[in-house]
């Protein structure tokens, strides 16, 4: 977890807050960036699933009177009603692709997110088709986000230091899409298709639907391999997949 408050500050210095936000904070950890969050914006509600960093967290943030710690796992917590203007983290990389997915599901839900994660994982978020980081996780985040990679970290700012750097990224909505594009339904398709990688888009459609036909289907697509086809591209087959479906 990220123990160094010289980094939590000039990683919250990159995001863009305002004295007046309401924020979201997936895993408090030991409250390093949830202390320096309560002194910059209105209000905090950070949530911790261990219960003896909860209590460690607890004891560091009674002070600040704009901070509700809640001892949950926030991904299976239910928001409903509750409105937050941003979304910050620094989780275990273990929960990365998790958050990606419940971040994705919720796109629109936050006017900016940024989150510490292991670099590797960064470049996928990045990767453009053809390279080899271009993953159905780098679909996922450029269709829901206009993502921005920021400040690489080192390992001391963590306690205990993993064996690999970590990097900060910017995930800011897009709004050219009627938000959030992704649901349940949509993720499981897409993460079907890139099971198939090395292999051409007919291959996993042919799989999906054995008993129809895929004409439907643009031709120029279909001879592409799936990890060379455009997020832009990937909107189109995810829509028309799950009409077929319907």
């Known amino acids: 977890m990220l123990v160094s408050s010289l980094v939590a500050d000039r990683f919250l210095d990159s995001c863009n807050l305002g004295r007046e936000n309401r924020i979201l904070e997936i895993g408090t950890g030991r409250g390093t960036i949830t202390k320096i969050l309560a002194e910059r914006v209105a209000f905090v509600e950070s949530f911790e699933i261990d219960r ?80 080899p980081s271009f993953r159905a996780v ?48 949509k993720i499981r398709i897409l993460d079907f298709i890139f099971s198939f990688r090395g292999r051409h888009l007919s291959s996993a459609l042919k799989k999906l639907f054995p008993d129809k036909k895929v004409e439907a289907y643009p031709q120029d697509l279909l001879s592409t391999r799936v990890e060379s086809i455009s997020p832009g591209e990937y909107v189109k087959i995810l829509k028309l997949t799950e009409e077929m479906m319907s």
């Open 52 to 131: 003896k960093l909860f209590e460690t967290a607890m004891e560091l943030l009674s002070p600040h009177r704009n901070v509700k710690l809640i001892c949950a796992d926030a991904f299976d917590y239910d928001l409903t009603g509750e409105r937050f203007d941003g979304c910050v983290t620094s989780l275990p990389y273990s929960m990365s692709l998790r958050f990606l997915k419940w971040l994705a599901r919720r796109s629109g839900q936050f006017s900016m997110t940024s989150a510490i994660v292991q670099t590797e994982f960064a470049k996928k978020l990045a990767a453009v088709p053809g390279e």
């Open 138 to 185: 780098s679909v996922m985040a450029q269709i829901s986000f206009k993502v921005e990679l920021g400040f690489k970290i080192g390992r001391k700012a963590f306690s205990p230091p993993p064996k690999v750097e970590s990097r900060v990224v910017h995930f800011t909505p897009n709004y050219d899409l009627e938000l959030p594009f992704f649901d349940e339904r």
